[in-house]
């Protein structure tokens, strides 16, 4: 009859399991700390990419109504130079005649050449405004995009995690941490710019 080993193996056995366990357990704790403060990043960036999308929409109406306010001041501007050109051409036809114009078609002369100007530097004004406030709707929707980026980045990082905590993967943990880290960059970069 063989002899039974000294050592009980059980208790080995047991020993062992919970060693590997634990070791388990620590790499899980890791892999759901990780996780975690990749999700809080997402969560602000997905905040930041709202926030930066609205407010450049705000802008891009504003520009809008800004262009339509210099197109009425364009056609208020043409109106007047047309009407103002009509008085001209009545005045040239009464000069031509050899006669003075009659005193409606002088005061329609300096009535609508006053206007001109002013509607002209007005339409400009709100031309240059427009373009101010597109320029810096353009801006935003850069930043906006970078941080969509990021949380793009952050969500496949914690995908990436999900699946390491799975298959208790240290290189699939390492390309999650590599992620969040290239999400994290995504992230900074319009806050720092």
């Known amino acids: 009859m063989p002899e039974e080993p000294e050592i009980e193996t ?6 062992i399991h919970e060693e590997v366990e634990r070791e388990g357990g620590r790499f899980l704790r890791r892999i759901a700390l990780s996780t975690a403060l990749l999700a809080a990043m997402a969560a602000l960036a997905s905040l930041e ?3 930066t999308v609205n407010e450049a929409l705000v802008l891009k109406t504003e520009a809008t109504q800004l262009q339509a306010r210099a197109s009425d001041e364009w056609a208020h501007y043409q109106a007047k130079s047309i009407k103002g050109s009509a008085a001209r051409a009545a005045a040239a036809a009464w000069q031509a005649a050899g006669r003075e114009p009659p005193a409606e078609i ?3 002369l300096h009535q609508h050449a006053e ?5 002209e530097d007005e339409a400009r004004a709100h031309e240059r405004e427009r373009d101010a406030r597109a320029q810096e709707a353009d801006t935003l929707l850069a930043r906006h ?8 980045l952050f969500q496949v990082a914690i995908a990436l995690g999900a699946v390491a905590a799975l298959t208790r993967m ?3 943990w390492a ?5 969040g880290a290239a999400g994290l960059v995504l992230f900074a970069v319009p806050l720092l710019g």
Request: aromatic share 4%; net charge negative; hydrophobic share 45%.
């Open 175 to 179: 390309l999650s941490m590599l992620l």
């Open 10 to 15: 059980d208790e080995l056995r047991e020993r």
């Open 106 to 108: 002088t005061a329609a």
């Open 49 to 51: 990419a709202g926030d």
């Open 170 to 172: 240290g290189t699939v």
């Open 145 to 152: 995009h970078r941080f969509a980026q990021a949380v793009a």
């Open 115 to 119: 206007g001109e100007s002013e509607l």
